[in-house]
């Protein structure tokens, strides 16, 4: 509530729905480019979903994110 500057059940519903639908989406691109070994993919689909994580508050998600983003790097 406090990120989105609102109480408004509505609005809190649509955002949370949103995010779900995206994040099971980057967890697809993350899952795809892990199985195709792909490490530039893996760090790159991570950091995106890193960035949808923390915009709606989900911090611990966007920390692991933020993780599997460095490990692919290396």
């Known amino acids: ?3 989105l500057g609102s109480d408004d059940r509505k609005v809190l519903i649509e955002v949370v729905l949103e995010f779900v639908l995206a994040a099971r989406e980057s967890w697809a691109e993350v899952q795809g480019q892990a199985a195709q070994k792909n490490q530039r993919g893996l760090s790159k689909a991570a950091h995106g979903a890193k960035g949808e994580a ?3 508050g989900a911090v611990m998600l966007g920390e692991l994110y933020e993780q599997l983003e460095t490990v692919a790097k290396k």
Do not use: P
Request: hydrophobic share 35%; glycine share 0%.
């Open 54 to 56: 923390r915009n709606v």
């Open 1 to 3: 509530r406090e990120l």
